[in-house]
T-cell receptor
Framework: KNQVEQSPQSLIILEGKNCTLQ??????????LRWYKQDTGRGPVSLTI?????NTKSNGRYTATLDADTKQSSLHITASQLSDSASYIC??????????FGQGTTLQVKP | AAGVIQSPRHLIKEKRETATLKCYPI?????VYWYQQGPGQDPQFLIS???????DKGSIPDRFSAQQFSDYHSELNMSSLELGDSALYFC??????????????FGNGTRLTVT
């Protein structure tokens, strides 16, 4: 069964600190992996999208990594800000284009 | 920059009523996806369209139907509404066939409350 699992489920960090979110998937065949940020009650906003051949991709303070062999991805947030408080969702796409969503990691950044 | 527009933003209906949600994709985007997100849940894929044809179908109930029109906007029609249909309904659009590695752009959703 195609699945996407994220950890931790929730995370609290202090402003200015770094953090890393994890995503493991069993989707096969694999097409791409996306990280989204979702504020409460809003639509997900794309952070990064990586294909099989990409190992890392950055978007400002966000850096995503992908290990297609172990089927693992991480999202690293550097120098966190209060506005980073949101849910971060890992989404994996197979070759049909259907997206499999992870349950998300809820990040809370405290001053 | 233009984003995905969904309307209405909020909708309150009673059981057994019908509802129509609308989605206007980013200009030139030809693929539309519909997702349902219950409270504290991850989005569940309902259905997608590419070039006005259904491209994939997920966990969409038979009471729901959807289509993509010639101007690429899409409508999700929901009949015989049930309490469990209360959720946030997202529409997303992208450029190119669903299998392309193109970013999905989500709207801010329609919050449907069934009483």
């Amino acid at each position: 069964k195609n699945q996407v699992e994220q950890s931790p489920q929730s995370l609290i960090i202090l402003e200015g600190k770094n953090c890393t979110l994890q995503c493991n998937y069993t989707v096969s065949p694999f097409s791409n992996l996306r990280w989204y940020k979702q504020d409460t009650g809003r639509g997900p906003v794309s952070l990064t999208i990586m294909t099989f051949s990409e190992n890392t991709k950055s978007n400002g303070r966000y850096t995503a990594t992908l290990d297609a062999d172990t089927k693992q991805s991480s999202l690293h947030i550097t120098a966190s800000q209060l506005s980073d408080s949101a849910s971060y969702i890992c989404v994996v796409s197979g070759n049909t284009g259907k997206l499999i969503f992870g349950q998300g990691t809820t990040l809370q950044v405290k001053p | 920059a233009a984003g995905v527009i969904q309307s209405p933003r909020h909708l309150i209906k009673e059981k057994r009523e019908t509802a129509t949600l609308k989605c206007y994709p980013i200009p030139r985007h030809d693929t539309v996806y519909w997702y349902q997100q219950g409270p504290g849940q991850d989005p569940q894929f309902l259905i997608s369209f590419y070039e006005k044809m259904q491209s994939d179908k997920g966990s969409i109930p038979d009471r729901f139907s959807a289509q993509q029109f010639s101007d690429y906007h899409s409508e999700l029609n929901m009949s015989s509404l049930e309490l469990g249909d209360s959720a946030l309904y997202f529409c997303a659009s992208s450029l190119g066939p669903p299998a392309y590695n193109s970013p999905l752009h989500f709207g801010n959703g329609t919050r449907l409350t069934v009483t």
